[in-house]
């Protein structure tokens, strides 16, 4: 083989070469051109965080007012009369009733007896 042979033999294998790296030159273009897509398609992760902490200081306040009303409740319950308590109430409400009606049977029959008015009419 001829030195001119030899150079163009070599120039094609150079030419070979460079052609594959070409090829793979662009096969890793298209798998970073691919990635970049993606990394570029993924939420705004300052966005997220934001939101998360919003969400956060939103639910210790909501975990305060359930506080508050829980220890309100307690309060309202504590000063609220019991079952044997309102029971007590309304016999004591009945006797006085009872009582009244009593009073005034008594009193219209001594009215009656002493010849009284007892109506609660003006005169």
Not at 26 to 38: F, H
Not at 75 to 93: F, G, K, W
Request: aromatic share 4%; proline share 2%.
């Amino acid at each position: 083989m001829s030195n001119d042979q030899a150079i163009l033999h070599g120039i094609e294998q150079l030419n070979a070469r460079l052609e594959r790296i070409e090829n793979r030159l662009s096969i890793i273009e298209g798998a970073v051109a691919d990635m970049d897509g993606r990394l570029k398609s993924w939420p705004d992760m300052h966005y997220l965080s934001a939101a998360a902490k919003a969400q956060i200081a939103h639910m210790s306040e909501m975990k305060a007012d359930v506080a508050d009303i829980k220890v309100r409740t307690h309060e309202i319950y504590q000063a609220m009369a019991t079952d044997p308590e309102i029971r007590h109430l309304r016999e004591e409400v009945g006797r006085f009733r009872d009582h009244s009606v009593n009073l005034d049977v008594r009193v219209g029959t001594i009215e009656g007896h002493l010849g009284l008015d007892g109506s609660l009419t003006p005169r």
